[in-house]
């Protein structure tokens, strides 16, 4: 069992004016067993990851991709591609031809260009080089319940939309933590806490797998001891408390982060010479 080809997805390219359906995007989905959306994070081990899966899994990347890919990857894979207020992002930075480097032609089946917001303009499909496209438009799903102040990231409503659709598929998470790494920031335009919060509540009721998660909650317990609480004030405080220390420290990394810039910038190139004079090029 597996998945629509590259050549299937080719004769059906979808034009911006014309609305996909769900029994469409369902039928797209349908052979596949797995579909793992993949982080541009520090934490993805991409060969592990693809050793986890089986052949029938499709794997979904984001945007600048080269941030978890070394060299083309030769699964089955579709390349999300996020829209601004002037058309997709990777059309507006120049920068497609860079990330489709990072996938194998016989099996990448394309880019869907994502759209989350009133403002987000699509691309034409003529923008994108020769390769299948799809638009996707999730801001009516999104925009009644996520905080107004916000954006959405891309993999937190594509998830939701996918767990939506009801696939027979297992539908995973790969490296969605919202932790800001030394090389890639993490953007306040986004709420991470309610993600984090909404992805965890899916996956305790078996909507979603996320590597690396216990399904387990040390706050669930809480009622038991302290009857007097309610477990739903339990979790709104919690969420009240959490939000507020994450907000409040991640300006203090990001301006950290800033000053301290170019000594990690030293630090990494002085490791990079340190292992090429130890490990030299076989001749």
């Known amino acids: 069992m597996r998945g629509p080809n590259f050549n299937d997805l080719q004769a059906t390219k979808a034009v911006p004016a014309r609305e996909i359906s769900s029994e469409e995007w369902r039928s797209f989905f349908l052979d596949y067993s797995h579909i793992v959306l993949v982080a541009n994070s520090d934490e993805v081990d991409i060969n592990e990851l693809a ?24 699964r089955n894979a579709v390349l999300v591609s996020r829209s601004g207020t002037l058309g997709a992002n990777l059309v507006k930075s120049d920068k497609v031809s860079k ?3 990072y996938f194998d032609t016989k099996s990448f089946l394309g880019i869907v260009n994502l759209a989350v917001g009133d403002r987000e303009k699509f691309s034409p499909e003529s923008q994108f080089g020769d390769v299948a496209v799809r638009h996707l438009d999730l801001t009516a799903l999104i925009a009644p319940f996520y905080p107004k102040t916000r954006l959405p990231t891309s993999g937190f409503a594509l998830c939701f939309w996918l767990a939506n659709l009801q696939l027979p598929a297992t539908i995973t998470l790969a490296g969605f933590s919202s932790k800001r790494s030394e090389r890639y920031q993490v953007f306040d335009v986004h709420d991470w806490t309610f993600e984090q919060v909404v992805l965890r509540l899916m996956y305790r009721r078996g909507k979603i797998d996320i590597i690396g998660r216990e399904r387990t909650n040390p706050y669930a317990d809480l009622a038991k001891h302290f009857p007097e609480y309610s477990p739903g004030e339990i979790a709104l405080t919690a969420n009240e408390v959490l939000s507020e220390r994450l907000v409040n420290l991640s300006s203090i990394v990001d301006r950290l982060m800033h000053v301290t810039r170019f000594l990690r910038f030293v630090d990494r190139t002085y490791k990079k010479l340190i292992v090429r004079r130890l490990d030299p090029p076989v001749a």
Do not use: C, D, G
């Open 51 to 74: 050793a986890r899966f089986p052949e029938t899994t499709l794997f979904i990347f984001f945007n600048k991709v080269y941030k978890v890919l070394s060299e083309p990857f030769t």
């Open 99 to 101: 990330v489709l480097q």
